[in-house]
Every structure is written in C-alpha cells, then in structure tokens.
C-alpha cells in the first residue's frame, strides 16, 4: 500500500519559489507514474507535472519553464521546485502515483495513491 505525504507549500509573494517535497513508501516496486496535480478552490483538479519511471518529465504548459520536476529514488521522495510564482499558482498541491504504464501520466483519474495536499498561496 503507497503512502504519500507532502510538504513544503506555504504563502509567498508574486515571483517567489517554493519547493514541494512528496515522500513516499510502502511500495512493492517503483511507480511508473508519479505526479503533481493541483486544485483551486471552485475549480477542477488539473495536472501540473509528472515523471516516469525511466525520467521523462511532463508539464502543463501554465507551468513549463517555471516548475521542475525530480526525484530522489534514494530518499524515497518526489520534488516539485516552482519558480516566478504567479497568484493563478495558488491551489492545493498533490502528489500522486500510479503503477500502470497504460495510460498518460497527465491523466489525474488514472492514478491510485494520493497525498493528503498541500496549500500554496501565491499574493
């Protein structure tokens, strides 16, 4: 059973950064997927980004060239590092893994463990 917790969101200025960090465990073998979604308040969950097992990296373009994606298969743990934040970046942030290979890594209902969030606000 995958487990996943996140930590590092918080408030911060317009052109700000943030790192979020996803730890997570009890998996049997490496998830193909492990992803970034968020949700705005009043708003659909949408993808952010996401890696693959083998690196390929994915991004929305709302977020390309200002968040990377990375793992630390060592530490068990996924990053998001978001730079030049804009007030629109405020949501609450998921991380997410899926075992399958058979669909997109961008397709949020397609993948099996969750984080609880975490809120970033963006002023």
């Known amino acids: 059973h995958v487990q996943l917790v996140e930590s590092g969101g918080g408030s911060v200025q317009a052109g700000g950064s943030l790192r979020l960090s996803c730890a997570f465990s009890?998996?049997?073998?490496?998830?193909?997927?492990l992803g970034w979604f968020r949700q705005a308040a009043g708003k659909e969950r949408e993808f952010v980004s996401s890696?693959?097992?083998?690196?390929?990296?994915t991004y929305a373009d709302s977020v390309k060239g200002r968040f990377t994606i990375s793992k630390d298969s060592a530490k068990n743990t996924l990053y998001l590092e978001m730079d030049s934040l804009e007030p629109e970046d405020t949501a609450m942030y998921y991380c997410?893994?899926?075992?399958?290979?058979?669909?997109?890594?961008?397709?949020?209902?397609?993948?099996?463990?969750w984080g609880q969030g975490t809120q970033v606000t963006v002023s």
């Open positions: 890696i693959e097992s083998d690196g390929r990296t």
């Open positions: 009890g998996y049997t073998y490496s998830p193909y997927c």
């Open positions: 997410a893994a899926r075992y399958s290979s058979y669909w997109s890594c961008t397709l949020s209902v397609t993948y099996n463990y």
